[in-house]
């Protein structure tokens, strides 16, 4: 079955340094991949999200490139803050199914 | 435009007891799918409904059910309850239009089995 590989954390980072969170999605087809966030205490956030091979989602700094031949969608941020501080989930859909397949979660902890 | 509404927030369950959550999904949404969430699985899929029909199912024991009403409301409900269902439970729903279509979740329930 199809199946979200992530990039085990936890990951700790300096205030402004450069983030990347390796994310590889493994399906029948090309799905649809996202980038979730999850703050404490809350549920989950869309961050970024690409439908098609080549796509680039941003959004609040952060990029993710799909990248057909690996089916990859790394997460990116040239300079993080402390209030990036959360779990990022990846996540892939089929499409025409509303399933997702969710990564195993990176904790992301900043450092002032 | 309001979110994704899940009551209760937290809940305390006897083991053995049965329990019901419920999602309100964004006006207009009529998908409505649920999540499992624990420190050793992660995030696994339940079950999704739409316009009152499920969809699609997940792989859990037939304690777990679902159903949605004709407003798009949904309910899931989890029988005969093992310390093992202690998890926050997230609702997500969207329009279901596409591939472009966004999922907005709930802040989810959570549920402790004692």
């Known amino acids: 079955g199809d199946s979200v590989t992530q990039m085990e954390g936890p990951v700790t980072l300096s205030e402004e340094a450069f983030l990347t969170i390796n994310c590889t999605y493994t399906?029948?087809?090309?799905?649809?991949l996202f980038w979730y966030v999850q703050y404490p205490g809350e549920g989950l956030q869309l961050l970024l999200k690409?439908?098609?091979?080549?796509d680039k989602g941003s959004n609040k700094g952060f990029e993710a490139t799909y990248r057909k031949e690996t089916t990859s969608f790394h997460l990116e941020k040239g300079s993080v803050q402390v209030s990036d501080s959360a779990v990022y989930f990846c996540?892939?859909?089929?499409?025409?199914?509303?399933?997702?397949?969710f990564g195993t979660g990176t904790r992301l902890t900043i450092i002032p | 435009k309001a979110g994704v509404t899940q009551t209760p927030r937290y809940l305390i369950k006897t083991r053995g007891q049965q329990v019901t959550l419920s999602c309100s999904p964004i006006?207009?949404?009529?998908?409505v799918s649920w999540y499992q969430q624990t420190p050793g699985q992660g995030l696994q899929f339940l079950f999704e409904?739409?316009?009152?029909?499920?969809?699609n199912k997940g792989n859990f024991p037939g304690r777990f059910s679902g159903r949605q009403f004709s407003n798009s409301r949904s309910e899931m409900n989890v029988s005969t309850l093992e310390l093992g269902d202690s998890a926050l439970y997230l609702c997500?729903?969207?329009?279901?239009?596409?591939?472009?279509?966004?999922?907005?979740f709930g802040q989810g329930t959570r549920l402790t089995v004692v």
């Open positions: 997500a729903s969207s329009s279901s239009q596409g591939p472009n279509t966004e999922a907005f």
């Open positions: 399906a029948t087809g090309y799905p649809s």
């Open positions: 690409a439908t098609k091979a080549d």
């Open positions: 996540a892939g859909r089929d499409f025409g199914n509303e399933k997702l397949t």
């Open positions: 006006s207009g949404h009529r998908s």
């Open positions: 409904y739409f316009s009152e029909t499920q969809r």
